[in-house]
Nanobody, 124 residues
Framework: QVALVESGGGLVQAGGSLRLSCAAS????????VGWFRQAPGKEREFVTV????????FYADSVKGRFTISRDNAKNTVYLQMNSLKPEDTAVYYC?????????????????WGQGTQVTVSS
């Protein structure tokens, strides 16, 4: 069982930055790929980015490419999401999730473990 806890959300003005963290409880965290997903009010949850278990590969949704950066520190069992040049349309609850395959997959059905989410609000 993997418990994930997100932190770092908040209110920021458009053009600003935030860094989200996803901390895992399991010692084998380095075996898991970790993705970030988000859900805006009235919309379905969508893929944002994923990092493979080694950190060697990352993939991004087109909407965040060039603005968001995912990274991980396996020694600290933590994955980070650096979000720059934030836009009002980035407003959402952000979730991290773990995929035991270790691969960089974007479909939610592959992720067995999810955090509770952290709210990000970008004001215009």
């Amino acid at each position: 069982q993997v418990a994930l806890v997100e932190s770092g959300g908040g209110l920021v003005q458009a053009g600003g930055s935030l860094r989200l963290s996803c901390a895992a409880s399991v010692r084998t965290f380095s075996r898991y790929a970790v993705g970030w997903f988000r859900q805006a009010p009235g919309k379905e949850r969508e893929f944002v980015t994923v990092i493979t278990r080694s950190g060697g590969e990352t993939f991004y949704a087109d909407s965040v490419k060039g603005r968001f950066t995912i990274s991980r520190d396996n020694a600290k069992n933590t994955v980070y999401l650096q979000m720059n040049s934030l836009k009002p349309e980035d407003t959402a609850v952000y979730y991290c999730a773990a995929d035991a395959s270790g691969f960089g997959r974007s479909k939610q059905r592959w992720y067995a473990y999810w955090g509770q989410g952290t709210q990000v609000t970008v004001s215009s």
